[in-house]
């Protein structure tokens, strides 16, 4: 085959090139020998004369698990050595972990395979454990529950080896992780977060740029919520709490959390209420607006106008 393409192309042994010449157009396709092998580089080779396709390049054969239409997933992406790229050739791929550890990117995927691009574009795969199981809350429930702790490329916020967030999370204080963000709540639903902690209410923790926002992650929990002058909230059976049809705020509570009155029992000290299910005794189920469920004892009404957290339902 007189072309200049074989001079500039590099072609790996593994690579079968069939060509068929039309004319003064010849065009050849790349495939490989090893049928559970998948082409790196282009597929389709054409030379007309001096002009030919592609100018330059390599094409060789790799294994499935590290390659997609993209091109080869270690040309942009950094594995770790106890990690499998888990591609299918094709689209997707899914790196794993040894000894059911969880890997910090969880699936990267081929979207424009013209352009060689990759979701995420680029990036560092490692393995890190699986969060711990959450300790089993102390308001009689005794399903305990694995939480994940991974968020995105920032990697597992509660690994001590993660340098992008400056953890003071105390141990009353467990995370929740979505793809998008990372939530704080109480280990134990009978307690609330401390007043200097109280925003974690609401606040979610992201990964932008692979710096976790924010960066100081300070977070404790107690019985009730604390004030300079002490604990506004008494303990259970305390005789200074007062059951209340209903909390004293301006915002009505049951309208507030889409929640019915006939299946609550709302209790009220201060500006802190308890809200449990009559059938069980114990903390109603509470729904964030991103749909995560959880068990949720303690409400707080801000300033006596609007109830935290600001958003969610409750149900039993």
Known sequence: MNCKLFDNVDIAESVSVQCEKKGKLLNCSATCKDPNAALSGASTLKCKGKKFFPKAGALSCLSKSRVTKCGPVDAKFSFAENVDPNCDGVKTCKPSCPDGEVAS??????????KKQHKPAKGTVTCSAPAEEAPRPLDGSTTPQSLNTVLGKCGNLMSPKNKRIVNRIDSSVQMSCTPKNCKLSCVNSLHSFDAD????????IICRKKKVVPKVV??????????????????????????????????????MYNAKAEEL??????????????????????????????????YKCDRGRSWKPSGGTISC
């Open 265 to 298: 029992t709302v209790k009220c000290s201060g500006n802190i209420c308890q809200a449990k299910c009559k059938n069980t005794g114990l903390a109603a189920n509470f729904t964030w607006p991103d749909g995560s469920v959880v068990q949720k004892l303690v």
């Open 197 to 204: 902690s109280a925003k974690w209410e609401t606040q979610p």
């Open 105 to 114: 990117i969880s699936t990267i995927t081929c979207f424009k395979a013209k």
């Open 218 to 255: 300070e977070a404790s929990c107690s019985l009730g919520a604390k004030q300079a002058a002490g604990n506004l909230l008494a303990p259970l059976g305390e005789s200074s709490r007062t059951e209340l049809e209903g909390p004293t705020c301006k915002t009505d509570f049951f309208d």
